[in-house]
């Protein structure tokens, strides 16, 4: 078992019997109180979000995770096929494992999974991808000192915000966990 201290952002518990990463990890002194860890986790199985207070030095069931770079290759229905790079064993993951970040994912990228033994229980795109605009209204020149913007489609077909000055066929920087536009690729 450990305890408080051995707990940071990106960890994963075992929590009311169910798996959980930590997504926010602080430690507070209110006033003339004890000390305490606020945490804000998601459920692995479920998506949802739970917040818990923990005493400090309390003991936490900390759960060994096996994180893997994988490259992604092709969509089969709901999965996603990927490819361990050292054994060449193509693994199945639920689409639903990658979030809102599955849009903007492309073929041969490389993403991260977590296994516990041989299960796959958590995976997540890359934190920013480069793509190309395939359609948006043509921009106007010049326009940079406005914070205007107008809807892009990028080609994995996701729908991104994009300043006014971006024009068809340039590269982008997208933040997946967003999906904010980030700056041009040059």
Request: aromatic share 10%; with cysteine.
């Amino acid at each position: 078992m450990a305890t408080t201290q051995d707990v940071n952002i990106g960890t994963f518990i075992r929590f009311n019997g169910d798996l959980c990463v930590i997504i926010e990890w602080q430690h507070r002194t209110p006033g003339n109180l004890r000390a305490f860890y606020q945490a804000k986790m998601r459920n692995i199985k479920n998506g949802k979000l739970a917040e818990n207070r923990f005493r400090s030095g309390e003991e936490i069931e900390v759960v060994r995770v096996e994180m893997k770079p994988l490259q992604y290759l092709y969509k089969d229905g709901n999965n996603l096929v990927c490819m361990d790079n050292e054994t060449f064993e193509q693994i199945y993951i639920e689409e639903s494992y990658f979030g809102e970040g599955v849009k903007f994912m492309k073929e041969n990228m490389e993403v991260n999974a977590a296994f516990e033994g041989d299960t796959v229980i958590y995976a997540e795109p890359p934190k920013t991808v480069e793509l190309e605009i395939t359609y948006t209204e043509p921009g106007i020149r010049g326009d940079t000192a406005t914070k205007t913007l107008k809807p892009a489609t990028v080609e994995t077909g996701a729908t991104v915000s994009i300043p006014l000055f971006l024009n068809v066929g340039e590269r982008i920087k997208i933040d997946t966990r967003t999906g904010e536009y980030m700056e041009r690729v040059k």
